[in-house]
């Protein structure tokens, strides 16, 4: 009795020391990623393009207390709740630094959040550590979000842990408040939480199949974050769900998707947690369903049917979706575990776990330290900042500037004044047409005319635009019209005519050619 009891005490030594290694070794894990993101991060001073919207909102904040909710870009912009948070840093650091520190933060902190998911999964501590070392090295998440700040980066960690508290919610009822607060942050954040809210009905359809009971508790939260969901949509969303109906969860406009190619998608996941996500999903099915991941499957799903409708942002999306896989692949180590475990063959599990620890440095840790630092050179060059800098000193404040609209965000923040893609009274389709056709064409009257009808001051072209544009439609810049304010990588100039003033000009040349 007292062996059997000196045992059991052992054991119990036993498995809260592994416990705290691993707890250890998940504190290594997230100081390692999170050291790693910033120092790629701060191979530059600046952020990619679309994080100057919530820098210039941040500085409002400072600045007057409160952010400008209007934006004609971001139509799906929610309460700007990352902006302030970025303000509120920006009190203690440069805004810049502050947008790179919290949303590499944010990014290394769903790490430790992955693994408490995979734990609640595989109640296997070691194999929960290895589902959180894959999700610190996804090349999307390297490429997308080391040097770009938004509510899109920081929404990821508030998924993960709505996540976390729905799959203990269905052991422990009392992490249902905790799901219920989680989701409300969710959905003011980002409206992309929709897909998050959709995953229920796949999840029941699911449950339907495998023959299991959909539990009351699961319908009521269900019915509650359907309800509460619309009531937050309709107040913050109102305008343009009328406008674009489901289209309004689409990203703003300024980002580029990823065109939809199979092995760079797969390139940008990882080969492995790609294919043990698969696998893992595989064994949930052919054996007694596991209802977390049933519910994971589901959100899965419903991220590819949005991405198929083209619904959503492609990159975010795409995240949400590794993500998942990357949680489902603790079923597929488990399983794998299991089974070596019973067949004793040490020798060829060892073999495996090289070859698969291989494989992932090759195609997810190489491709994510290669991303981030290509991420680094997308963003504004020392020339666009000093251009900018020349045109606040140089110019009225009350004055619009000319620009691509990749570029708006950028001149907004840097010279404080409005671009033509803020002008009020005409749609944001037209805009973008009438900005790009701008500066595609080389017919100076045709260019005027453009410049008149939005009162463009002045025109900014940034330094990777200007390699994109031919020679032809830089040519019409050598008129007379245009004064150069700045020339070096990146261009400046003053619009020194309207069209009307050109018509003018035009008319005295013709009447002085017939003079002579």
């Keep these: 009795m007292f062996i059997k009891r000196k045992n059991k005490e052992y054991m119990k030594y036993k498995t809260n020391k592994n416990r705290n290694k691993i707890l250890i070794s998940i504190i290594i894990l997230f100081i390692v990623v999170l050291a790693i993101r910033l120092t790629i991060s701060f191979q530059t001073q600046s952020l990619n393009k679309e994080s100057y919207y919530h820098l210039d909102q941040a500085e409002k ?48 902190l769903s790490v430790v959040v992955i693994y408490f998911i995979a734990l609640e999964i595989s109640k296997d ?29 920081i929404s990821i960690f508030v998924f993960l842990i709505t996540l976390l508290f729905f799959i203990k919610s269905m052991h422990e009822t009392k992490f249902i408040r905790h799901f219920i607060i989680a989701l409300i942050v969710l ?25 299991m009971r959909i539990r009351s508790s699961e319908l009521e939260i269900f019915l509650f974050s359907l309800i509460l969901g619309g009531w937050i949509y309709i107040i913050l969303y109102k305008n343009i769900i009328l406008e674009k109906g489901l289209r309004f969860l689409s990203s703003p406009i300024l980002q580029n998707s990823i065109p939809l190619n199979n092995s760079l998608i797969l390139g940008l996941i990882g080969i492995v947690p790609v294919l043990l996500g698969i696998v893992g999903i595989y064994f949930n099915t052919i054996k007694k369903p596991n209802r977390q991941i049933l519910f994971i499957t589901s959100f899965i799903i419903v991220n590819l049917i949005f991405i198929l409708m083209g619904l959503v942002n492609v990159e975010y999306v795409l995240v949400m979706i590794s993500l998942g896989l990357v949680i489902c692949s603790a079923t597929a180590l488990k399983e794998i575990t299991e089974f070596f475990n019973k067949s004793k063959v040490k020798r060829v599990y060892n073999i495996l776990l090289v070859i698969t620890f291989i494989l992932f440095f090759l195609s997810s840790i190489v491709p994510s330290l290669t991303n981030a630092l290509v991420s680094t050179h997308e963003v504004p060059s020392l020339e666009d900042k000093e251009a900018l800098i020349t045109l606040k000193e140089n110019s009225r404040p009350n004055s619009i500037v000319m ?26 389709n037209k805009r973008l047409e009438d900005i790009q056709h701008f500066f595609n064409i080389n017919l100076n009257t045709e260019a005027l005319r453009t410049l008149t009808l939005y009162g463009a001051d002045y025109i900014f072209i940034s330094n990777k635009k200007i390699k994109e544009m031919t020679k032809k439609s ?43």
């Design 474 to 516: 830089l040519e019409k810049f050598g008129d007379n019209c245009y004064g150069k304010l700045y020339m070096n990588k990146s261009r400046l100039y003053k619009v020194l005519c309207t069209l009307k003033q050109e018509e003018e000009l035009n008319e005295e040349l013709f009447e002085d050619k017939n003079g002579q």
């Design 125 to 153: 501590s070691k194999i929960s550590f290895f589902v959180a070392l894959f999700s610190g090295f996804i090349p999307l998440l390297f490429k997308e979000y080391i040097n770009n700040f938004g509510s899109n980066g």
């Design 187 to 211: 959905i003011i954040m980002t409206p992309l939480s929709a897909v998050f809210i959709a995953s229920f009905l796949i999840y029941f359809i699911l449950l339907n199949a495998e023959k």
């Design 403 to 428: 620009s691509y609209f990749e570029d708006s965000y950028l001149v907004e923040y840097f010279s404080n004044r409005k671009t033509v893609i803020s002008f009020n009274g005409i749609d944001n």
């Design 61 to 108: 904040i400072l600045e007057t207390g409160k952010a400008e909710l209007h934006n004609s870009l971001y139509d799906n912009s929610a309460l700007p709740i990352t902006t302030y948070l970025l303000a509120f840093f920006g009190m203690f650091l440069n805004l810049e630094v502050a947008a790179k520190i919290l949303i590499n933060l944010f990014i290394a």
